[in-house]
């Protein structure tokens, strides 16, 4: 799989994700469908994207207790999607749980799904740790201990900030994958984002993966500034 620049696409309803698919057609699309689009559209909309050619990074972060995770990881590993996550708050034995119900419902000559591990939210910052997780180690160090949490668990790799990545290539390695939203150019607006890089950066920084949102969907000019981001990404 090539390192993708993937789009998120949250957007208010079908037509307007059909007209953006649409202004950026001819190119082959690694797209993300998180939890708005999931729970409004449901299964209809993988089928849709898969028919359309697009792989798909199924965000839907679960955290439960482990046989609520395992059973629901069976369920979405039958949609034969290319990524899904957890959350990695929700410990070793939830993310061994996860790992083994995507190996139980991944279809019969299918690859299995990519489990992630979101380490702490792109959007939270040291302060907020501390103040609203009660969470009083540096944030770079629970990235860490995360991650690693996570390898050990069985899950494939991260969604982390670009800024930590090579934190995270020191203690996993640099074939773990790290999947960095949080992703904005220099004019753009941060909006509720807090740890956030430039695509160059974090190519720079050794990113697998990008997750772009607003820069693109929000954009007079989609395709334009998906293509600039992309060039900028790619190097
Ligand atoms: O830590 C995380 C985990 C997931 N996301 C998701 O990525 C996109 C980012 O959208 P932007 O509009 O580019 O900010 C969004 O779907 C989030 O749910 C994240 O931002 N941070």
Redesign the pocket.
């Known amino acids: 799989m090539q390192r993708p620049l993937i789009i998120?696409l949250?957007l208010d309803d079908a037509a307007k994700r059909r007209e953006l698919l649409a202004q950026l057609q001819g190119e082959s699309l690694f797209v993300?469908v998180?939890?708005e689009l999931f729970y409004r559209e449901g299964r209809q909309v993988i089928h849709e994207l898969k028919e359309n050619g697009h792989q798909i990074f199924l965000?839907l972060?679960l955290h439960d207790i482990p046989n609520t995770v395992q059973r629901t990881m069976r369920e979405l590993a039958s949609l034969d999607i290319d990524i899904v996550n957890v959350h990695a708050a929700g410990g070793i034995k939830m993310m061994s749980a996860a790992r083994e119900g995507l190996e139980q419902g991944t279809l019969a000559g299918k690859e299995r799904p990519i489990l992630i591990a979101?380490t702490?939210?792109?959007?939270?910052d040291e302060e907020t740790m501390r103040s609203e997780l009660l969470i009083n180690q540096p944030l770079d160090d629970v990235v860490k201990s995360y991650a690693t949490f996570a390898q050990e668990s069985g899950v494939d790799g991260v969604?982390?900030?670009a800024k930590e990545v090579p934190l995270i290539h020191d203690s996993c390695g640099s074939s773990f994958y790290t999947v960095c939203?949080?992703?904005?150019r220099a004019e753009d607006a941060i909006?509720?984002?807090k740890r956030v890089v430039t695509p160059q950066e974090a190519r720079e920084l050794g990113s697998w993966g990008i997750?772009?949102?607003?820069?693109i969907?929000n954009a007079e000019h989609p395709f334009e500034v998906y293509q600039a981001m992309k060039q900028d990404w790619e190097g």
Not at 120 to 124: G, N, R, W
Not at 181 to 184: A, C, D, E, Q, V
Not at 211 to 215: P, Y
């Open positions: 998120a949250d993300k998180g939890m965000d972060k979101v702490q939210l792109t959007s939270t969604v982390c900030s939203p949080g992703i904005r909006g509720d984002q997750v772009v949102g607003r820069s969907t």
